[in-house]
């Protein structure tokens, strides 16, 4: 499948080269034909307003009068966000009766003002909760790799992640409170970014945790991450000045996160810093023995926990059995954190920034496996056993970023059908524009060596 980028769309749209009508007829038809995929990846889409809309932006690009260079462009989005007519059921049984929203999500309005066409809502981990992207409700999209055998999509943007992967979309919006944006991107070989929080607003998505939730794009670049982020946020400029890899200086974690890898994505991880450092960037190891203390500090599920279960208790008390029993237990440990926990967690975090910031002195970043393991098969998370070892893993190095109050970004280490794994690069809290800038670099390097 031929990859295309947001401008390289734009540009196609622009020329007359294509038209939002086929790009749109392209992607409802990929929906069909993915070989039952698509019904596992889309709750529902909307053909007959997409192709209205696609028709509408068309009419609008030959009177001269497209509202941006992206208007007509095909995206998906995660279950959560409010679009006005629809029911937001965040990817559960529970809430798919609810009354439909009202108006958009603010983010999803801003979107929709620039002319992207919403093709319909993507699958997801049911209320977001899990690394997985298991969902029994709706069923369990595949990893674009080793179909055959069935491999999770990572969580909890699954349905998003291997939209864009399939070519059903050419963005799919999502939300990361744990590394939801990042690791479906890392297990579909696609790029996913975690914004700093409270930049894009919230408003009308269906929280998990307050303190951590962020809402992110995935997508097939960096400059495609860049664009959405800005178009939401509305903070930055969508350009991206690509830094010169050898003005570059990352730093690697010491602590956890290069810890109990699989070899292929050892390997790959090795090969990547090998071409980056070929290219001029220079890295310098870091030891953060803190994060070490991480799994003690969420031995109960930690921030997200206790305020997932405030949002939840009402709904635990009426549909308890309703939900994904996974999730319903991963909740409720919310309830296990008291207040002096929850404090203490809170003030423990504040030490960390701290000593955080002091070791982002004189780097660009620190840069890491996105995800130390390989999306394992599917049928390893029907027990019990094994799937709160193997989401803890999944979410460990992304849950980094959350923890620490970074942006941060996972970019394809592997070639499309290989065995995906991501390289994340993180940076302090507000510095989006200079981690895309810095990102654009490695990601010229690396597709140069996977080329």
Known sequence: MIVETLQQLASQLGSGETTSRSLTEACLARIEDQAGEGARVFLSTDAEGAIATADFMDSRRRAGRAPSPYAGIPISLKDLFDVAGEVTAAGSTILRDSEPAIVDATCVARLRAVGFVFLGRTNMTEFAYSGVGVNPHYGTPKSVWDRA???????????????????????????????????????????????????????????????????????????????????????????IAARDPATLRFGILQHV??????????????????ALGKA????????????????KLNASGGIAAAE???????????????????????????????????????????DMLAKFTSLCSGLDG????????????????????????LNFLCLRNTFLGNFLDTCAISIPMTARGEAPAGIMIMRQHG?????????????????KALS
Do not use: W
């Open 366 to 389: 620190f840069i890491l496996p996105t995800v130390p393991i390989l999306p394992p098969l599917i049928s390893e998370m029907e027990k019990d056993e094994r799937y709160g070892p």
């Open 308 to 350: 997932a279960m405030e949002v939840h208790a009402d709904m635990l008390e009426r549909h308890g059995d309703e939900y994904h029993h996974m999730v319903r237990i991963r909740i409720r440990s919310g309830l296990d954190v008291t207040g002096p926990d929850l404090i203490g967690i809170h003030r423990r975090r504040k």
């Open 280 to 295: 001029g960037v220079v890295f310098s190891e870091v030891p953060f023995p803190d994060l070490t203390e991480l799994p």
């Open 431 to 447: 510095q989006d524009t200079e981690l895309f800038n810095a990102a654009a670099g490695v990601e010229t390097i690396l597709q």
């Open 149 to 239: 055998h069935g491999r999770i999509p990572g969580g909890s943007s699954s349905g998003a992640a291997v939209s864009v992967a399939d070519g059903m979309a050419y963005m799919g919006l999502g939300t990361d409170t744990g590394g939801s944006c990042r690791v479906p991107a890392a297990f579909n070989g696609i790029t996913g970014y975690k914004s700093s929080t409270g930049r894009v607003p919230r408003e009308g998505v269906f929280p998990l945790s307050n303190t951590l939730d962020t809402v992110g794009p995935l997508a097939n670049s960096v400059q495609c991450c860049s664009t959405i982020d800005a178009m939401m946020a509305g903070d930055r400029t969508a350009d």
């Open 257 to 274: 996160a290069m810890d109990a890898m699989d070899p292929e994505v050892a390997t790959a991880f090795d090969a990547s810093i090998k």
